[in-house]
């Protein structure tokens, strides 16, 4: 099992910035792609944005892209995201993920996961 931790959550201005971090421990070897979902209520959890650990390929949400930035760094096992350009409707639970494979990157309910971290995005 991998053991996460999210952390940078909090409460900023539309068209302000956040970045939040995730620290991966545990079997980590058995991490391929990690990911960031989030969930505002009475809404599903839905996909943001993932990396691959190898090669750092990154994916993102069409909702996200040009705004969210993903990145690693490897020798810290951890995970950031960068979120600028906020909006109100970007408020949610972030929860940090974990899969061993590409194919399962974008379900919103197989893998690892934090505790999650809020961000409010005031307006």
């Known amino acids: 099992q991998v053991q996460l931790v999210e952390s940078g959550g909090g409460l900023v201005q539309a068209g302000g910035s956040l970045r939040l971090s995730c620290v991966a421990s545990?079997?980590?070897?058995?991490?391929?792609?990690m990911g960031w979902f989030r969930q505002a209520p009475g809404k599903e959890r839905e996909f943001v944005a993932g990396i691959t650990w190898s090669i750092g390929s990154t994916y993102y949400a069409d909702s996200v892209k040009g705004r969210f930035t993903i990145s690693r760094d490897n020798a810290k096992n951890t995970v950031y995201l960068q979120m600028s350009s906020l909006k109100p409707e970007d408020t949610a639970v972030y929860y940090c993920?974990?899969?061993?494979?590409?194919?399962?990157?974008?379900?919103?309910?197989?893998?690892?996961w934090g505790q999650g971290t809020q961000v409010t995005v005031s307006s």
């Open positions: 993920n974990s899969k061993p494979n590409l194919a399962t990157m974008r379900d919103p309910d197989f893998g690892s």
């Open positions: 545990g079997r980590t070897f058995r991490s391929y792609v």
